[in-house]
């Protein structure tokens, strides 16, 4: 009788621990499926530029393991003068810029695809967009990331970045 208790629960154990792994092989699958847009963690939260111009204000959330959405908008006293709506969607292999301008291309989406990433850098590109045809995001400290926007309008290089601090 003793030696069946013993078998039940050498069993009982070699069982839990066979469940206990396999379960964290498929949290560490389930971490791994999105790298490439865990590499956006550090946007979460809110930002703002703050200029004689305005204040520009951006902020980020995370919805689900694929999928960040974003909010920008530039106030100009009370006013609001521009917004859009962003989201960064990791798609198989492949990471998406996709914002949606008020007032622009019939405020339809544009997408643009990542063309180089790391932990602390993305940049986006879709060089049939009139402008701009580049997005690099990059961060240079925990509480600072610059956006660029860039591309040729007219046969001329336009840029222009976009330092923001961290607000929360």
Known sequence: MKIIINFFIVLAISFSCITFSSSNNTQAQEISRFPLIENAHWLIG????????????????????????G???FVI????VSSETIRIEQHGKTLLYIPTVKDQNNEQPISFVQISSSTKQMIFENPKHDF???????????NVFVAEISGVINGKKK???????KMN
Request: glycine letters at 4%.
């Open 71 to 73: 909010k920008s908008f």
């Open 46 to 69: 809110e930002w703002q530029n703050t200029s004689y111009e305005g204040i520009l204000t951006e902020t980020w959330e995370k919805l689900n393991d694929s999928t960040y959405a």
């Open 132 to 142: 701009p045809q580049l997005i690099p995001y990059k961060q240079t400290n925990k």
């Open 159 to 165: 840029s222009q970045s976009f330092p923001m601090q």
């Open 77 to 80: 006293g009370k006013d609001t």
